[in-house]
């Protein structure tokens, strides 16, 4: 079945410090990912969407200049959060669709968690 | 309103009865159902989807769509131990094409 990979799975740094999340579909193209933040027990909540060979389009209230977005292949999409503070420590997610379709199922990868000290 | 709303928890049923789980969800556009099963610490794993009024089956697993009621519910037959973890319905299509929302999860112990 469709894989995504998401590296690294565990960041721990200090305050400032910018951060890079690669997430990568194995055995599909996908023009179009996802990513999502979950803060401990929450659900998840849509950050932006990654998308190939154009700008990202993110949610409300996500700033766009601190969570920097490239989809640069239909294979890779990366999230850089930029100088990263505590509040910024989370759970970050990515997906992407299997399909041309958006509304297929989507696959996630296994998450990156983050914290900033 | 939420847009899409889960039966609140935690929800806890004996090993071998049947959970239920529900969902309701506010864009009557949407098109696509989704639910996903988390372990603690883990990332979003599909269990089923579907995209038309009626029941899905795939193994112990029952999905239940009633887009006129806006209302998707989630069956678990013969519950097991490992079958306790957040249940996340999720829902795309609408306004939000491409785009899931998840609800809020519900937590499901089976207990021995």
């Known amino acids: 079945g469709a894989v995504v990979s998401q590296h690294p799975s565990w960041v721990i740094c200090k305050s400032g410090t910018s951060v890079k999340i690669e997430c990568r579909s194995l055995?599909?193209?996908?023009?179009?990912m996802f990513w999502y933040r979950q803060f401990p027990k929450q659900s998840l909540m849509l950050m932006a969407t990654s998308n190939e060979g154009s700008k990202a389009t993110y949610e409300q209230g996500v700033e766009k200049d601190k969570f920097l977005i490239n989809h640069a292949s239909l294979t890779l999409s990366t999230l850089t959060v930029t100088s990263a503070h505590p509040e910024d420590s989370s759970f970050y997610i990515c997906?992407?669709?299997?399909?041309?379709?958006?509304?297929?199922?989507?696959?996630f990868g296994d998450g990156t968690r983050l914290s900033i000290l | 309103q939420k847009e899409v709303e889960q039966n609140s928890g935690p929800l806890s049923v004996p090993e071998g009865a049947i959970a239920s789980l529900n969902c309701t969800y506010s864009d009557r556009g949407s098109q696509s159902f989704f639910w996903y099963r988390q372990y603690s610490g883990k990332s979003p794993e599909l269990i089923m989807f579907i995209y038309s009024n009626g029941d899905k089956e795939d193994g112990r697993f029952t999905a239940q769509l009633n887009k006129a009621s806006q209302y998707v519910s989630l069956l678990i037959r013969d519950s097991q131990p490992s079958d306790s973890a957040t249940y996340l319905c999720a829902v795309t299509g609408g306004t939000s094409y491409g785009k899931l929302t998840f609800g809020q999860g519900t937590i499901l112990t089976v207990h021995p």
């Open positions: 997906s992407a669709p299997a399909g041309v379709d958006s509304n297929q199922p989507q696959h």
């Open positions: 055995d599909f193209q996908a023009t179009t």
